[in-house]
């Protein structure tokens, strides 16, 4: 799947996450802009692991800060 | 000049708010006398201890202290040293052949704390390039051995077998992995379903660590822990285990029936790189390990006093960790920390600790009053706990 196809399917899987509606842009982090704690973090890397079949391990997570570091993340590891 | 304090900042305000309601700081409280091992005085009164990890009463036990007088005479008051140069005395060795008597496995190896045990064993079976799939809820001392290693740290939801299978699959062919759980979890006191989850972890051809650091003593036929318990202690690869609990002094270990377990001893840097137990204390913990193989009677009392607990405040309206009593550990679900530290604070003027757990260390973001139970605390003992905490808990406005 293409970066743009990996795009549109996790932010399908980012919405019921993004509990504020705070608008989503790749600059977007995750524990500034959005505020998660870390459960919500590992509820949402568990729906991206489970929708891609992918493992992303909390080594790869800590270099994971922004939305568009994840979709580059996400494409990568599908290989 | 960046003060490199300013990180705590966050931490520092809400103590601030805490203190500042006039509370007494629940982090701070001094035992001036142990008078046994549940009562003690603090703050000048008479308190009973429900929140000390000492299942199974062994502080006091007068063998267990004559054991450690002794070797104090005979030994002196510390090794001085490394369990790989100066600092294995025979204690070291007896200790360590009474863990192997106790969990009928062929190696075992003390650490100075449970927590270095947990540190040097994570961090050296698993190296770069390996796997270690964990549950969340796992303690400090398991993520610190993650985060010591280079391994790839994969965490799966607490107790959900499926999550942790899922992970398992995902994992790339011919890299090394390693399961980690725990018997007991401490915060809410809840079990793991070990069997089910050692035979998923097995089936994908992963290596097994329990942590039965609150089940060592009490849970299973022989106090083995919640495997034993579930029958698959022999599946286990890495038992984890504490002095600081059951047996009544400090100090860690592991055991395991792997051929080439004794390498660690060369390898494992919280091992070597560390002093070894005071004589005493390896000689109080063999005590104390070796009555606790036939410690049946205090065990079938402990599981009466949890129950008779869970049960009691249930009844009097508080919300539990647990629907039912799974452990030594009763947790109380407090509604927030502000009315956690005022009802830690009732209990202690009614006559009772217990362990106030707050975020980061609870899971969910949850405050808790935790409560362990004792063999040593008598069924009054538990019924004036329970009045303690009725009186507490109406007065904060809990229940």
Known sequence: MDRAATAARIAELIEPFNKKGVAISDATTFAGDLEWDSLTVMDFVAAIEDEFDIIISMNQQAEIETYGQLIDAVTKLQG | MTDLFSKFDGLIEQRRALLSTGVTDPFNLVMEK????????????????????????MTFDPDVIAAGKQALDEFGSGTTGSRVLNGTYAGHRAVEDALKEFYGMDHAMVFSTGYQANLGIISTMAGKGDYIVLDIDSHASIWDGCKMGDAEVVPFKHNDIEAMEKRLKRIPEGAGKLVVLEGVYSMLGDIAPLKDMIAVAKAH???????????????????????EDQGVLDQVDFVIGTFSKSVGTVGGFCVSNHPKFEILRLVCRPYVFTASLPPSVVHTASTSIRKLMHAADKRAHLWENSKTLHAGLIQRGFKLGTETPQSAIISVIMPDLERGAMMWEALLHEGLYVNLARPPATPAGMTLLRCSLCAAHSADQVQTIIGMFERAGKAVGII
């Open chain 2, 34 to 57: 142990v008078i046994s091992p549940t009562v003690a005085i603090c703050n000048g009164r008479e308190t009973i201890l429900l929140g000390t990890y000492n299942y199974m009463g």
């Open chain 2, 205 to 227: 051809g992963a290596m097994v660590l329990v942590d039965e650091a609150h089940s060592m003593g009490f849970i299973g036929p022989n106090g083995r822990g919640v495997a």
